[in-house]
């Protein structure tokens, strides 16, 4: 089998590589120049730079490729201006399909196993959803979570349209060692284990599943899924002060004692989008931010269980090698200052 991952550099991107090494394939990566690649530098890969854009490079790094796995996404939902947000997500997304879709690579390609995202399903607070349940009204969706709609959309009208055979894997959020672009729920999971955070912001909880397990998921899709299907992936849903209990207590460090109730996480919230407005910044902890997070209910990954054999290990194991893995990265800058 000859793999490409495209975003090879990214958190969920390095772990797809290091699976694809593990398992014996010829593996080739796309990467932008100057991206942070420490993630997968000790591995033996064939390198392609060039970005989503550059049509050239990905024609090259195409060509002979029986899977490509896409990894690419701007996550920053926090921008005042999401024009990037659709550029890269929806925009550049459409380009590396273009080219998928030319004659002489879809002769030879198997399977295009794109990263969606769970935000992507239609879910209600009272309910369990599928991969069944859509949006009913996007115009009520913050500009983060219609490029994801939307980029997931354009993937499976190619598979319906031009023939595709791309699968869409909604991956929830993610834990575990490896983060070394420290990822917004990494660094949550950093200042636990550093004994930093003041506080735990109450009544959010998140879908969640271990970078490895997620990674793993993709592999099996690119075996067993079936194209124009989509998959939810995910473990559980966890609350993000139980998150950051097992943090810091894998890191032997004492967890937050204060919580912020959730009316306070929203003034908080306004005052920051207040504070874009005026000043033209962006700013992480805004109303759109907080709305995604609240944006809650339970999902059911049975689906990918079942086609995929899909088996996660319980999050709270990811979330423990995360806590590890920052105190060891920690440590490491200790000895190396000492």
């Not at 550099?9 to 090494?21: D, E």
């Given at each position: 089998?000859?793999?490409?991952?495209?975003?090879?550099?990214?958190?969920?991107?390095?772990?797809?590589?290091?699976?694809?090494?593990?398992?014996?394939?010829?593996?080739?990566?796309?990467?932008?120049?100057?991206?942070?690649?420490?993630?997968?530098?000790?591995?033996?890969?064939?390198?392609?730079?060039?970005?989503?854009?550059?049509?050239?490079?990905?024609?090259?790094?195409?060509?002979?490729?029986?899977?490509?796995?896409?990894?690419?996404?701007?996550?920053?939902?926090?921008?005042?201006?999401?024009?990037?947000?659709?550029?890269?997500?929806?925009?550049?997304?459409?380009?590396?399909?273009?080219?998928?879709?030319?004659?002489?690579?879809?002769?030879?390609?198997?399977?295009?196993?794109?990263?969606?995202?769970?935000?992507t399903v239609g879910r209600k607070r009272g309910r369990v959803a599928t991969e069944a349940d859509v949006i009913a009204d996007p115009a009520t969706l913050t500009p983060y979570v219609r490029s994801r709609v939307q980029a997931e959309n354009l993937v499976m009208e190619y598979a319906r349209e031009r023939g595709l055979p791309a699968v869409a894997m909604c991956v929830s959020t993610t834990y575990g060692a490896g983060d070394w672009g420290r990822t917004p729920h990494g660094a949550i999971i950093a200042g636990a284990a550093f004994g930093k955070l003041p506080f735990v912001m109450s009544g959010i909880e998140l879908e969640a599943v271990g970078i490895d397990d997620a990674?793993?998921?993709?592999?099996?899709?690119?075996?067993?899924?079936?194209?124009?299907?989509?998959?939810?992936?995910?473990?559980?849903?966890?609350?993000?002060?139980?998150?950051?209990?097992?943090?810091?207590?894998?890191?032997?460090?004492?967890?937050?004692?204060?919580?912020?109730?959730?009316?306070?996480?929203?003034?908080?919230?306004?005052?920051?989008?207040?504070?874009?407005?005026?000043?033209?910044?962006?700013?992480?902890?805004?109303?759109?931010?907080?709305?995604l997070m609240r944006a809650e209910a339970p999902v059911d990954c049975s689906k990918a269980r079942r086609e995929l054999g899909w088996q996660p290990r319980p999050v709270e194991e990811s979330i423990r090698e995360a806590a590890r893995f920052w105190v060891g990265l920690r440590d490491a800058k200790r000895r190396r200052s000492a």
């Open positions: 089998m000859t793999a490409l991952v495209i975003g090879a550099n990214g958190y969920l991107g390095s772990h797809v590589t290091r699976q694809l090494v593990a398992a014996g394939q010829d593996v080739r990566v796309m990467v932008r120049d100057g991206a942070n690649t420490v993630g997968i530098d000790d591995l033996a890969v064939t390198r392609f730079v060039g970005d989503i854009w550059n049509s050239a490079v990905l024609r090259e790094a195409m060509t002979g490729c029986d899977v490509v796995y896409y990894c690419v996404v701007d996550t920053r939902g926090w921008l005042r201006d999401p024009a990037p947000l659709f550029r890269t997500n929806v925009d550049g997304t459409r380009n590396v399909l273009d080219v998928a879709v030319e004659p002489e690579i879809a002769a030879g390609l198997r399977k295009f196993v794109f990263t969606s995202s769970y935000v990674a793993a998921a993709l592999l099996l899709a690119a075996d067993k899924g079936r194209a124009g299907e989509r998959y939810l992936i995910s473990e559980k849903m966890i609350s993000n002060g139980e998150v950051v209990r097992i943090a810091a207590e894998a890191a032997g460090v004492p967890a937050p004692s204060r919580s912020v109730p959730l009316a306070l996480s929203y003034a908080m919230a306004a005052l920051g989008s207040v504070k874009a407005k005026l000043t033209g910044t962006d700013e992480r902890m805004s109303l759109g931010s907080l709305r």
